[in-house]
């Protein structure tokens, strides 16, 4: 069992940075393939990003990529999302999630078994 703990979310202006952090409880935390996606109002869950666990491998959705970076620190057992030159359409809820081990590049919000509870986000123009 995995406990996850968003934070850092809050108001930012267009063009703007914001720093969401992800800390998750256990000690099997490098074991987790790490992903972010993101609700906004009266949309389906979408994909944001990806790390997996065996060799910190990324992968992000078009509309992120180049802006935000992903990156972990497993003895901190925390994930993070940097986000920069953010727009008015990253306004959403950022949920966090982890996949026991696993293989591939799950972009699938079925394929993550632990969720946090989310952060908002809103970016304003």
């Known amino acids: 069992q995995v406990q996850l703990a968003e934070s850092g979310g809050g108001l930012a202006q267009a063009g703007g940075s914001l720093r969401l952090s992800c800390a998750a409880s256990?000690?099997?935390?490098?074991?987790?393939?790490m992903g972010w996606f993101r609700q906004a109002p009266g949309k389906e869950r979408e994909f944001v990003v990806l790390?997996?666990?065996?060799?910190?491998?990324?992968d992000y959705a078009d509309s992120v990529k180049g802006r935000f970076t992903i990156s972990r620190d497993n003895a901190k057992n925390t994930v993070y999302l940097q986000m920069n030159s953010l727009k008015p359409e990253d306004t959403a809820v950022y949920y966090c999630a982890a996949r026991r081990y696993g293989s591939g590049y799950p972009r699938a919000s079925s394929a993550y078994d632990y969720w946090g509870q989310g952060t908002q986000v809103t970016v304003s123009s």
């Open positions: 256990g000690r099997t935390f490098d074991t987790y393939t």
């Open positions: 790390i997996r666990w065996s060799d910190s491998n990324t």
